[in-house]
T-cell receptor, first 114, second 114 residues
């Protein structure tokens, strides 16, 4: 069974630009969560999508947005990039957010903003 | 606000030493509990989980964790560590009424000296 895949793996963008990251969950998984990982901050939750609906949202500004498609693939968009957005962005999928909320992570997209 | 505390940010041990990493959470209701591990250059992966039943749970690679409800703790243990256990370890808590969100600790970087 294929794992969670994320594209691209690495990105370099300039301040003020926008970026779109993509995540394909494990087949059969309907929940996709996005996290920002930075040294010393750990994993910061961005949002979670389930069946094309945003079900939960973390404390990030509106520049961070996402969506999920009918095949459960998800995209995350960051507009007007800032230097502080440089981080590893992780996607995690889960079969269902019910009683067994076990998440499977992708390798991440390393975003560098210059 | 709900939070997860991992008291040690960096731990350095020699091979064969015993390991205990602390994890405490602030939530009074029912929780699911997880430990994840991130080996250098690899994805985050699940180490072990607790949903209900026996509070002592065993995971992969000889790790175990004990859920002590009265102390709101879920400490990770291993009797004898190996150099290959060098990694970053994250505790995560899923409050059962949290709309399917995982609350993450900041992580503990474990370095095992050969």
């Amino acid at each position: 069974k294929a794992g969670v895949t994320q594209t691209p793996r690495y990105l370099i963008k300039t301040r003020g630009q926008q970026v779109t990251l993509s995540c394909s969950p494990i087949s059969g998984h309907r929940s996709v969560s996005w996290y920002q990982q930075t040294p010393g901050q750990g994993l910061q939750f961005l949002f979670e999508y389930f069946s094309e609906t945003q079900r939960n949202k973390g404390n990030f500004p509106g520049r961070f947005s996402g969506r999920q498609f009918s095949n459960s693939r998800s995209e995350m968009n960051v507009s007007t990039l800032e230097l502080g957005d440089s981080a590893l962005y992780l996607c995690a999928s889960s079969k269902d957010g019910g009683d067994s909320y076990e998440q499977y992570f992708g390798p991440g997209t390393r975003l560098t903003v210059t | 606000a709900q939070s997860v505390s991992q008291h040690n940010h960096h731990v350095i041990l020699s091979e064969a030493a015993s390991l205990e990493l602390g994890c405490n959470y602030s939530y009074g209701g029912t929780v699911n509990l997880f430990w994840y591990v991130q080996y250098p250059g690899q994805h985050l992966q699940l180490l072990l989980k607790y949903f209900s039943g026996d509070p002592l749970v065993k995971g992969i690679k000889g790790f175990e964790a004990e859920f002590i409800k009265s102390k709101f703790s879920f400490n990770l243990r291993k009797p004898s560590v190996q150099w290959s256990d060098t990694a970053e370890y994250f505790c995560a808590v899923n409050p059962m009424d949290s709309n399917y969100q995982l609350i993450w600790g900041a992580g503990t970087k474990l370095i095992i000296k050969p």
